[in-house]
């Protein structure tokens, strides 16, 4: 989103005067918003600069620059948006480590056993999984799991 979002507004820059001020501006309003406020996730930030810069984009004195060309512009952000929330709705995996106690399982040739453990005892369906650390002495093992959350909540 912001990828595009800046691309937009760098591309209608070359038709538009736009002063040092303005400019620097924008980046202040994006740092406020990062680092006086409570902390935002990315997909959170990324609607606010979109937003910031769909406002920007609209409020440009467009000489020589058609209001169709505006309009497109708006509705390709729009519709990107809309599109990668669907994507990350559909494709959106939760990891979580876990302390593993069955240090046999972690040799080598034993994916598949120790997928099936992991996720009888999580009751997920184990997509990938890491191995963070073993710790030998004390028998145990992190290891990170990542499974698809469905419905927004782990």
Do not use: H, W
């Amino acid at each position: 989103m912001m990828g595009i979002t800046v691309f937009f507004i760098t591309s209608m820059l070359k038709s538009v005067f736009i002063e040092f001020g303005m400019a620097v501006g924008l980046f202040a309003i994006f740092a406020i918003l990062r680092f006086r406020t409570r902390n935002f996730s990315l997909k959170d930030m990324s609607y606010i600069f979109t937003t910031i810069g769909i406002s920007v984009i609209n409020s440009l004195k467009l000489v020589g620059f058609p209001v169709l060309g505006v309009i497109i512009f708006n509705l390709m952000i729009v519709v990107a948006a809309i599109i990668l929330e669907e994507f990350t709705l559909k494709n959106n995996t939760v990891t979580y480590t876990i302390v593993y106690e069955d240090l046999d399982l972690l040799k080598s040739g034993k994916k598949q056993k120790i997928v099936r453990e992991i996720s009888c005892l999580t009751g997920k369906d184990i997509l990938r999984y890491r191995i963070r650390k073993i710790d030998y002495k004390s028998k145990v093992a992190l290891i990170d799991i990542s499974f698809r959350d469905n419905n927004g909540t782990s």
